[in-house]
């Protein structure tokens, strides 16, 4: 199955969300949460997560994250994950009871496409796909979409063959990073990979014309013209997290991080990376 394959059947039965000029979306990926040991590489960022998190609830932002967000090849329990970061479950318990949550699942947590969180959740659906589209909106004639899925879809060991890329990971890049060694399958550490995934999903948004947001990679992407693919970064890079805002029909790329002031006391700081950009239809 190509990568166009992929992604078409991945949009195939996608829930549709309204994308009005008073809609607030923010859109994360790639968190990785783990168990609290020397592997979670989303612990040294947790701080930052949740800051930002507490400012998308409070300011009535809609939260979808685009996959990837627990490390369930690394670790085997989603419980322990919970358990560990059981902060920011407890806020996502927040935006779920106003129905403002939504998970798309990616390829290291492609399980949950199989199970439910059912103990915090117990009707949330896991997605791997979500369009948000102007079309349900009445009277509308701008008829944009913006097509939001994890992105392994562009990697043949990342999505049909994942069984075997897990146990590559759980078994021995896992151990050998510990050691300091990066694994060479991975599209957020392998350059080659990840410019190859990058390239094929900008190609399958530029032939079907349409707007194409993931992860993944972990490089955010938001031009400042108008574009066929976006991407919303990653919140384990070394110091900042990185998403994507959606607000009054155009896209804002943030960064969140770490600053001091000249008291020298510590302040989790917003900073816009680029936009905002118009949405504009692509047909």
Excluded at 13 to 35: E, K, Q, T, W
Excluded at 99 to 117: A, E, P, Q
Excluded at 190 to 207: F, G, M, P, S, V
């Amino acid at each position: 199955m190509s990568t166009s394959s992929r992604l078409n059947r991945a949009f195939l039965n996608a829930p549709l969300l309204p994308l009005s000029p008073f809609s607030r979306y923010v859109l994360m990926s790639d968190c990785h949460r783990g168990i609290g040991n020397s592997s979670d590489n989303f612990l040294k960022n947790q701080h930052l997560y949740f800051a930002a998190l507490e400012h998308y609830y409070r300011q009535g932002f809609t939260y979808i994250e685009l996959g990837d967000g627990d490390e369930l090849w690394e670790n085997r329990c989603m419980k322990n994950i919970m358990d560990i970061h059981s902060n920011v479950f407890w806020l996502f318990q927040q935006f779920y009871q106003q129905n403002r949550l939504y998970l798309l699942y990616g390829n290291h947590d492609i399980v949950k496409k199989r199970r439910k969180v059912q103990a915090l959740f117990p009707a949330l659906s896991f997605y791997e796909g979500i369009i948000l589209t102007t079309d349900l909106l009445p009277g509308n004639h701008s008829h944009i979409s913006l097509y939001l899925t994890h992105g392994h879809q562009a990697s043949l060991l990342n999505s049909t063959l994942w069984p075997l890329s897990r146990f590559l990971v759980r078994y021995i890049w896992r151990p050998l990073e510990n050691m300091g060694v990066l694994d060479p399958t991975s599209a957020a550490k392998n350059y080659h990979i990840k410019n190859t995934c990058e390239i094929r999903l900008n190609n399958w948004a530029k032939e079907t014309h349409r707007i194409l947001i993931t992860g993944h990679t972990h490089r955010p992407i938001l031009p400042l013209e108008p574009a066929s693919y976006y991407n919303t970064g990653s919140c384990v890079h070394p110091r900042c997290i990185t998403c994507i805002e959606i607000e009054r029909q155009s896209m804002t790329l943030v960064k969140w991080s770490m600053n001091a002031r000249t008291d020298s006391t510590l302040y989790v700081s917003r900073d816009i990376i680029s936009g905002p950009v118009p949405l504009v239809n692509h047909k």
